[in-house]
């Protein structure tokens, strides 16, 4: 039987040491045959090899490599990433260090549109001081008085804290409003009135419930997960207003185009086409019921068939643009009426020519009443 695995030439191949070695190998005391296999050897190793090793532990999703994890992370709706980061330390640790990656990646892909109509505010603290000092003076928030009136359903901004240049006080109201409007869907879907508050009353529920809408705005100012999250809030709303007034078969206004699929998307693509323009600011709370699509700073460009928003550094042209009523407000009275006789005959080249009109207005009565 040995002789069926040793070749018959085996004794012509090999030297006659190695050929007894070998055969003496495979052939037990008592004449049995040891089977030799290079394959069973191998992994007779392996085995031998793996009940050596430690035992271990069973692989789970906190095993995963830091950017497998934040990949995973990135494809989560930002309320889910939020609840994620409160099961335990080492996700909250991650989702806290990288908070502004993880927003910034979920908010290119699913809000692209909605984080352009309502972007954030500028801190004050971030502002040029110059234009800081002006901007919190009487004069400007006498002038600023319009947009921050004591609307029912947004506090007004805290100057001390935020820069109040029109496009930051636009921003901080839509932000507010946006949050307000989550508030009450509950209500519109199920047609439950919204309580009615006198003019000149101020009931308690309505205090805390503005002070907790623009903590959550104040939230957003320092971490992007939570303006990420106002923006799915606010999606989530637009999507159910669009559903609430196309099942209102009385309702034929113009409305946009929403399939079942662009709902479940949970991104904001079908707010890229063509639809009705946010003229208005929803002054009140009985805007809501008909209130579709909220947004703001963006205009249809016919032209080009797409939307045309207001640029991301409008808060950088507008303190440029207050920097320079500064120095006309240093400047001798005379440059400062030219100012505003330009600014009245639209000659100023600014993108602002309202805005502009009105301040040099007010700086013009300024240095009247100056001693
Ligand atoms: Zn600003």
Redesign the pocket.
């Known amino acids: 039987m040995a002789d069926s695995i040793v070749p018959e030439t085996a004794g012509d191949l090999k030297p006659p040491d190695t050929v007894t070695t070998a055969t003496t190998s495979r052939v037990a005391e008592d004449g049995a045959l040891t089977v030799f296999s290079r394959k069973t050897d191998r992994l007779r190793k392996k085995h031998e090899k793996k009940m050596r090793s430690p035992l271990v532990d069973p692989a789970g999703f906190l095993d995963l490599s830091c950017d497998l994890l934040l990949d995973i992370l990135t494809l989560l709706q930002p309320s889910d990433v939020v609840r994620l980061s409160r099961t335990c330390k080492a996700l909250f640790r991650l989702v806290t260090d990288e908070e502004t990656v993880l927003a910034a990646f979920i908010t290119r892909w699913r809000y692209p549109s909605l984080a352009r109509c309502l972007a954030l505010?500028?801190r004050v603290q971030d502002?040029d001081p110059a234009a800081a000092e002006y901007l919190a003076s009487p004069e400007r928030q006498h002038i600023m008085t319009v947009h921050k009136r004591g609307y029912q359903h947004v506090l007004p901004p805290d100057q001390t804290a935020l820069?109040t240049?029109l496009?930051?006080l636009l921003r901080w109201n839509s932000l507010c409003l946006a949050v307000d409007f989550a508030h009450w869907q509950d209500n519109l879907d199920a047609g439950w009135p919204i309580p009615v508050i006198p003019r000149g009353r101020t009931p308690e529920w309505n205090e805390a419930l503005v002070e907790r809408n623009a903590a959550v705005v104040r939230m957003a100012l320092r971490r992007p997960l939570i303006h990420a999250r106002i923006l799915e809030a606010h999606l989530a709303s637009t999507c159910r207003s669009i559903r609430r007034h196309s099942e209102n078969k009385g309702n034929q206004r113009r409305r946009f185009r929403m399939t079942k699929e662009d709902e479940q998307a949970g991104t904001d693509a079908f707010l890229e086409r063509s639809g009705p323009p946010t003229v208005d600011f929803p002054y009140h709370r009985d805007n809501y019921y008909m209130l579709e699509a909220y947004l703001p700073n963006r205009s249809w460009n016919s032209e080009e068939s797409a939307w045309a928003y207001v640029p991301a550094d409008q808060?950088d042209r507008?303190?440029q643009f207050v920097g320079k009523l500064v120095e006309l407000r240093r400047g001798n009275p005379k440059a400062q009426k030219s100012r505003m006789a330009q600014a009245e005959k639209g000659e100023l080249d600014t993108e602002s020519p309202k805005q502009e009109l009105d301040a040099a207005r007010v700086l013009h009565d300024t240095s009247h009443t100056q001693p």
């Open positions: 505010p500028v502002v820069c240049c496009t930051c808060h507008d303190v």
